[in-house]
């Protein structure tokens, strides 16, 4: 998505455009430099390219900010220690506006009428949160009472923009994500299934610029996993192991259960990692940092 957005600014602003990016860890990450490469040798982007190696900057670190004990919201960027560095580079750099991909996995998403992984996924959201606390597991009942009109722009997408935000701003950036206009969003919404699946459209612009197939259909999963998965199991488990022993606020308020988060670690530690449930613990870890510096 980033990738579309960025080939498509440049070609219009040729030589005008710096590229930056946080570099994956786990099985994407060679492509990832190789694909880049190419797009930077392809298309007429400016000479500066910032490169963040998330490698050297994983979130919960004893660096992170988070982990530090500084008042950050649990609402901001769940990355945000790599993310906060990238941006600090760029503030530096005097970038005043970031360009991004955002919204343009909901652009062209399936519906769960359309596709049986979604309605899975969609599914599992919900099930298997054993670390609920009573309190939590209460106002479930009633998360869906009094919510807001659904908005133009999908709930997912307003929940990406908004933690992204705040360490831009601060940082005098203003973010720019083109695929979250209206416009955009209809466009997505009339287009039939072969022109979503996959993300053909995407694709599709890509290889009218005629880049090669390795940049416009990558092999290999360039994702944030694997860098979420390490993180927890080197710095989150832990923090969590030392909220069960010192406690937390979130036990306090019965949010969350210390015999299921436990359970769960216990879990995480012995068994093979999973992604759709245990990376879910990153918000744990966030609400828990976040609750203690605020009340501290």
Known sequence: DSGT???????????RLATAALLVVGAGREQQVRRRKQLRADIPFGPSDTLVDCAAYPPLHPDCPRARGEAISPYEEP???????????????????????????????????????????????????????G???????????????????NSITLLSLETTAPPLLRAGIWPMHPFTDPGMIR???????????????QRRQLESLGLSADVCNPVERESFVWLVEQSLRTYGVPLMRRMLAQGSPLFDAALVDPDGLRATLEEVTSQPYDEEFHAKLLQVVDLHLAATAFLS
Do not use: C, Y
């Open 79 to 133: 990355l945000f220690h790599p993310f906060a560095r990238l941006t600090g580079l760029l503030a530096e750099q005097g970038a005043r506006t970031v360009v991004t991909g955002l919204g343009g996995d909901e652009m062209v998403a399936l519906s769960p009428e359309e596709s049986v992984a979604v309605a899975k996924a969609n599914a599992h959201i919900t099930d298997r949160l054993p670390w609920l606390g």
């Open 5 to 15: 957005i960025a080939t498509r600014a440049a070609t219009r602003r040729p030589n």
């Open 135 to 153: 309190r939590a597991k209460a106002a479930l009942e009633f998360s869906e009472d009094g919510v807001a009109p659904a908005a133009v722009v």
């Open 187 to 201: 466009l997505g919404e009339q287009l039939p299934i072969h022109w979503r699946e996959f993300k053909a459209l």
